[in-house]
């Protein structure tokens, strides 16, 4: 398996495919999705662990790597196979506390993954953009390929040392904290989804932890 660039590409349909029967089609994917959504019993919150988490401070910057542990909800895997992409999106800040004012935001950085399922190849595809790709698209954005659900999913619960802050911003001596924030990114999905998700426990895996910053020096 080979990591590349991906660059933004326009998507056109085929002469033989008119537009209204494009929307149709999305519009019957999003209800059926949609009444599953509201047929879904209510059950407790997708419980999310950040494992093998590490900070290294190499060189010109600060890097995090880790492993998010989560069990996905029966309601995801039916999205992903009936065509639905799943976006995930991992937050870190790191502030500077003040005495005289607000704590100062030194550092801000985000990861942002996508994943979907193609039913011709039956592969899987993830991508890997530093901002969210309803905003720019795939953008220059890292994809790579997977032949079963298993690597996929590897692929996008993993972090290898991602740069999260200059190592100009992080100082041993101040008091600094950093916070991190992993969630499914519902704003991404389609409206509809959008709207039928909110409130739905399945769709509901987060993470957030907020502790000082401490670096060995």
């Given at each position: 398996m080979t990591a590349f660039i991906t660059h933004c590409w326009r998507k056109f349909l085929h002469p033989e495919v008119s537009l209204a029967g494009h929307i149709r089609r999305t519009r019957s994917l999003c209800?059926?999705?949609?009444?599953?959504?509201?047929?879904?019993?209510a059950q407790a919150d997708t419980w999310v662990e950040l494992q093998d988490f590490k900070l290294e401070r190499?060189?010109?910057?600060?890097?995090?790597?880790?492993q998010w542990h989560f069990e996905l909800p029966p309601a995801l895997e039916d999205a992903l196979l009936k065509g639905i992409?799943?976006?995930?999106?991992?937050?870190?800040?790191?502030?500077?506390e003040r005495w005289y004012v607000y704590n100062?935001?030194?550092?801000?950085?985000?990861?942002h993954v996508r994943l979907f399922y193609q039913p011709l190849t039956r592969r899987w595809r993830v991508n890997i953009s530093p901002q969210p790709f309803n905003v720019g698209g795939?953008?220059?954005?890292?994809?790579?390929?997977?032949?079963?659900?298993?690597?996929?999913?590897?692929a996008v619960r993993r972090i290898v040392q991602w740069r999260i802050a200059n190592a100009s911003d992080v100082h041993l001596e101040a008091k600094q904290t950093i916070?991190?924030?992993?969630?499914?990114?519902?704003?991404?999905?389609?409206?509809?989804?959008?709207?039928?998700?909110?409130?739905?426990?399945?769709?509901?895996?987060?993470?957030?932890k907020s502790q000082r910053l401490?670096?060995?020096p």
């Open positions: 209800l059926a999705l949609l009444t599953t959504l509201c047929m879904g019993a190499q060189d010109a910057a600060l890097y995090m790597s880790g992409t799943l976006y995930f999106v991992t937050e870190v800040d790191i502030n500077q100062q935001n030194v550092s801000h950085a985000e990861r795939l953008g220059m954005s890292l994809g790579q390929s997977y032949d079963t659900a298993d690597e996929a999913w590897s916070s991190i924030n992993f969630k499914l990114d519902l704003k991404q999905l389609p409206r509809p989804l959008q709207i039928g998700a909110t409130g739905q426990s399945d769709w509901n895996i987060g993470f957030s401490e670096l060995t």
